[in-house]
């Protein structure tokens, strides 16, 4: 191997190490949050006139509407449900009749 192909590799090599160091400091860097985004906060107590209707489509849209939440989840007997808090969304409490018994944020 000649010394300028000897160069040439080298040259190479320093190339592709600053590219990766530099995708690998890419990925760590933390992403900055939007700040036009405003969080809703949902208010349960709006909807308490829900308590003993059947959770039909316009029942429930009428329900996150007037508690200020973005989604809403209808949770009947049984069903597996996420335990993660989120002050944006409305929790719809059914019973076995179908009627529902609680409204909560969360």
Known sequence: ???HT???LLGFRSLVSG???TAALAACATPIPPTN???STCNAEAARWAIGRAPN???VERARVETGSRNV???TPGMAATMDFQQDRLNIDVNERGAITGLRCG
């Open 19 to 21: 590219a990766v160091l």
């Open 73 to 75: 989840r209808v949770l």
């Open 1 to 3: 191997m000649s010394l």
């Open 6 to 8: 000897t160069d040439r």
């Open 37 to 39: 985004i405003s969080p």
């Open 57 to 59: 489509a316009d029942v």
